[in-house]
């Protein structure tokens, strides 16, 4: 292998070589002003061309020759090696892959290194195609204490806020967090966020500031720049938090506006009005007034509008004008209490109860109340009468149909009968959604014969949801041919049923006869050894009485009693 000088443009590009995908141009204009500023720092390795050519083919260093040739060297140095036999793509491939980025605590400390071997920021920023922004940033991450990089350089690094916090320090506070929280022999490991946390301090932003330079300087207050912020904001900050409330406290009772008032605001920004004031939220009024305050968690000065109420009016009375003072009425108490009230409440329903158990009721008042139950506000029916899925049943315009013009129940035998099947629609759905009523519903249909009702089925939409069997016995039973193809199946039902029309056996409402037992039987009343005893009693009682037997119901004693003397 020998040193030579050459013209980058007399190189040839290797046709084997490893990497095809093109740098990107932020990596490309980085190298071209690192050759700018200090040269082609590792010399590319070529190899003699091969097959009778002369020349040379670069074997490694491709983007050098390309940037070395922008950056407009007339010539560069170049290694020259024998060809292997493979061509070079091993050795191409390993100087691509087999390479080490830099630690970023070496790239901190080689930015100081070179501070102090007399670059300056902006030089470096040109050999590095960095913002200069960028170079202060590393300058700074470069002079945390040296205990603390070298942890961070054995791979224990904070994240990006807990390595602001720590840079934002001096070395005298680092110094002195890290005596106590620096990692134990027990515990290599260093807990970044307390030593984030134990050198946080409040910022007051300079974005904040109302006040100019003048009041800055007058206040001692010095800028910092967060170097971590994004560059196209004001970054800058303090940490003399009471110097900026007093810079701001003074530029505000220098700048008062008319109508204006300073009022004050808790550490949680909310503001103290003056007595009777009104906070107003929406456009402001001729005769408002607008409060000013510094927002204690910000420092940034804000306002309020808030409106007094109305002076008392005045009268004049010998030349002497007096105030008028304002009466105002006391209010009175209640004759009722809200205890009061709960207990009535109370007493009322315990009243329904005992006269729903035990007063005699006529059948169609029966059915009114009923209705009228289904219109209570403690009732909410997850509705199938309408296409909203999300839908409640409106029973209490039908129950105000029941209403005389007294306020008492008054109504006719039709109009009971056609409030009460409005109320059954409305609470009856077999819908697939939050409405269904579930078997209830299945068990009405079947007693009102609901499946006459039901629409031809067969249709190009409906049949469509039927599987190929499904639809071939549905063919079948109707005594409609099969076809070879699906669809020319559903169009033959759909013909032969133009005129009649097709139920399809899963849509009919009757439930299996064990379902409903089982559901009967889930729900029955669990029945006790007095209940049944009282049962008897008076289902012997009753047989005395009229010379028939009737099957008793399982209900409870107080219950079948009230209902007893209520049929009496």
Request: proline share 5%; glycine share 8%; hydrophobic share 40%.
């Amino acid at each position: 292998m020998k040193l030579i000088t050459i013209d980058p443009r007399a190189l040839n590009e290797n046709p084997d070589r490893t990497r095809l995908t093109k740098s990107s141009p932020q990596s490309d204009a980085v190298l071209l002003a690192s050759i700018k500023a200090v040269g082609l720092v590792q010399p590319p390795i070529v190899s003699a061309e091969v097959s009778g050519r002369n020349g040379y083919i670069i074997d490694a260093g491709h983007r050098r020759v390309t940037q070395a040739i922008a950056a407009g060297l007339a010539e560069i140095d170049v290694l020259v090696a024998e060809l292997p036999t493979d061509g070079g793509a091993m050795r191409s491939f390993a100087e691509n892959i087999a390479r080490e980025p830099l630690n970023p605590v070496d790239q901190w400390r080689a930015i100081e290194r070179l501070v102090a071997l007399g670059w300056t920021e902006e030089s470096m920023a040109l050999a590095l195609a960095l913002p200069v922004r960028q170079i202060r940033k590393l300058r700074l991450l470069a002079n945390i204490l040296p205990g603390m990089l070298d942890q961070m350089a054995r791979g224990d690094m904070p994240n990006e806020q807990q390595l602001r916090t720590i840079a934002a320090a001096s070395q005298e506070e680092q110094a002195e967090v890290w005596k106590k929280y620096k990692p134990k022999k027990q515990d290599p490991q260093v807990s970044w966020w307390e030593v984030a946390r134990a050198l946080t301090k409040t910022r007051m932003l300079a974005k904040h500031a109302s006040f100019g330079e003048d009041l800055a300087q007058a206040y001692g207050i010095t800028w910092a720049e967060d170097m971590f912020a994004p560059a196209d904001e004001d970054s800058r900050y303090t940490t003399d938090v009471e110097a900026f409330f007093g810079a701001q406290q003074e530029w505000l009772a220098n700048n008062l506006p008319k109508r204006g008032a300073i009022i004050e605001a808790n550490e949680y920004g909310q503001v103290k009005l003056p007595g009777k004031a009104q906070q107003v939220y929406g456009k402001p009024g001729k005769g408002d007034l607008t409060g000013w305050y510094i927002n204690q968690r910000d420092g940034s000065v804000q306002s309020v509008v808030y409106r007094m109420p109305e002076a008392k009016k005045t009268k004049v009375a010998d030349g002497v004008t007096v105030p008028v003072e304002e009466v105002t009425e006391a209010k009175p108490r209640p004759d009722v209490t809200q205890k009061g009230l709960d207990m009535i409440g109370d007493l009322r329903t315990n009243a329904l109860h005992e006269a729903l158990a035990h007063a005699p009721i006529e059948d169609d008042t029966l059915m009114a109340l009923l209705i009228l139950a289904f219109a209570g506000t403690n009732v909410s029916i997850a509705s199938g009468s309408s296409d909203n899925p999300y839908g409640h049943a409106k029973c209490s315009p039908h129950g105000a149909r029941l209403i005389g013009d007294e306020g008492n129940l008054a109504f006719d035998r039709d109009t009971l009968v056609q409030v009460a099947r409005s109320v059954l629609i409305e609470v009856m759905s077999l819908r697939r959604n939050r409405s269904d009523s579930g078997l209830v519903a299945r068990i009405a249909g079947d007693a009102i014969g609901a499946d006459g009702f039901l629409p031809n089925m067969a249709t190009e939409d409906f049949l469509s949801c039927l599987s190929r069997t499904a639809l071939e016995a549905t063919a079948d039973a109707a005594g409609v041919p099969g076809r070879i193809k699906v669809k020319d199946t559903r169009a033959a039902l759909v013909e032969h049923f133009a005129e009649a029309k097709l139920v399809h056996p899963a849509a009919l409402l009757a439930p299996a006869a064990e379902d409903v037992r089982a559901w009967a039987a889930h729900h029955a009343p669990i029945e006790t050894e007095d209940d049944e005893n009282e049962v008897a009693e008076g289902a012997v009682d009753q047989s005395a009485g009229d010379g028939h037997e009737e099957e008793s119901c399982p209900i409870d004693g107080d219950a079948a009693e009230g209902f007893r003397d209520a049929a009496e």
